[in-house]
């Protein structure tokens, strides 16, 4: 089959494209601009994956440049992951952030209503929608109602919204995924827990003092790694019913602060770093706990998160000390990889 992603460039998308590849799809990538931005993906993309992929140019926020996009290849599915997607950066910049976020899809769905009524669509919306549902409801679902509490979510949430409703009523092959957290090789350190990582890396390289600024340690989170939520994808492309929304998520939940102290173990500086809290790394509203319930997605596609959260944050801290090109420590050898 022949697969479009969206935000190919960012997190998910590298990976989703590796298991593309190898399953035997043809796959191409949405770039906005043609500064050689998509070698970096090569980070976590190998280079036979790599030279099989296709690159393609244009810009979600410009109706008439998805049209020509849709027109020229006759795609079976669009991934679209493309997104601003750092809800801090959406309160200061909420404008820009709907305008990517919503009106993008809107543009996407739109071109592909118009050109290819046949390409089914995947839009990857949040568990932000939620908000903060109080914790004694339990573990949310997709019956949850809607109620962002940030400019990132309130985006997301008016596309999932426009995206199932032109579903239902075109009888377009659209639906949603909405993921919980998720983390893994290749996550920015603007996000937390990569950026608890990051800074580890930079401890041990003796480029950072042992402080490691953090945001707020006690929210709680269900999250998985960010391979498995390729593969949640890639299954649910598949098989997804039109106009329906699927949570995506890990199976088990953690505090910051205690996926924090796994790593500050794994890499021996346990009792060594000083924890302190930044406030420009707590959100003006914070959402104190999400834990997750994907029990539709796992009955319709069978999937099962595969990767252990030890691997997922080693996986992660051997990514950044890469990426610093520096040789991988071998206090990190000492957790458990499977």
């Known amino acids: 089959m ?7 460039t960012g997190f998910v998308g590298p990976h989703l494209a590796n298991l593309l590849v190898r399953d035997g799809h043809e796959v191409y990538g949405l770039l906005r601009s043609s500064n050689g931005r998509e070698e970096d993906i090569r980070d976590v993309v190998p280079d036979e994956i790599y030279g099989e992929l296709r690159f393609i140019h244009g810009d979600l926020r410009e109706f008439e440049s998805c049209t020509q996009v849709l027109s020229r290849v ?10 601003q997607s750092h809800p801090p950066t959406s309160f200061l910049d909420p404008r820009g952030t709907f305008l990517t976020n919503a009106l993008g899809t809107i543009n996407l769905a739109e071109a592909i209503r118009t050109t290819t009524p046949d390409c089914r669509l995947l839009f990857c919306s949040t568990s932000e929608v939620y908000g903060a549902p109080p914790s004694e409801r339990g573990p949310i679902n997709e019956d949850f109602p809607i109620a962002p509490v940030n400019p990132y979510g309130a985006s997301k949430a008016a596309a999932d919204c426009y995206v199932r409703e032109r579903a239902a009523s075109t ?4 639906f949603v995924t909405r993921a919980f957290s998720h ?7 603007c996000f937390s827990i990569a950026s608890d990582a990051y800074q580890i890396v930079r401890i041990l390289d003796g480029r950072q003092e042992p402080v490691i600024r953090v945001g707020a ?6 999250v998985a790694d960010v391979r498995d939520i ?6 649910l492309m598949l098989r997804a019913e039109p106009a329906t929304a699927y949570n995506v998520g890990g199976e088990e939940t953690f505090s910051m602060g205690e996926l924090l102290d796994r790593m500050l173990d794994v ?5 060594q770093v000083e ?10 509203i914070d959402i104190p706990v999400q834990v997750c319930d994907s029990s539709r997605c796992r009955t319709l596609t069978g999937w099962q998160p595969e990767i252990s959260i030890d691997r997922t944050l080693t996986d992660l801290l051997e990514y950044h000390t890469r990426k610093m090109g520096q040789p991988v420590d071998a206090t990190m050898a000492r957790l458990p990889l499977r």
Do not use: C, N, Q
């Open 2 to 8: 022949r697969f479009l992603i969206t935000g190919i």
């Open 74 to 83: 006759d795609f079976d599915g669009v991934f679209h992951l493309a997104a």
């Open 217 to 222: 340690l006690s929210s709680r989170r269900t």
């Open 275 to 284: 924890k302190r809290v930044d406030p420009a790394l707590v959100r003006p």
């Open 171 to 174: 009888e377009m092959g659209f």
């Open 183 to 189: 983390t893994g090789p290749r996550r920015a350190r």
């Open 230 to 235: 390729a593969a949640a994808y890639a299954a």
């Open 267 to 271: 890499t021996g500086l346990a009792g």
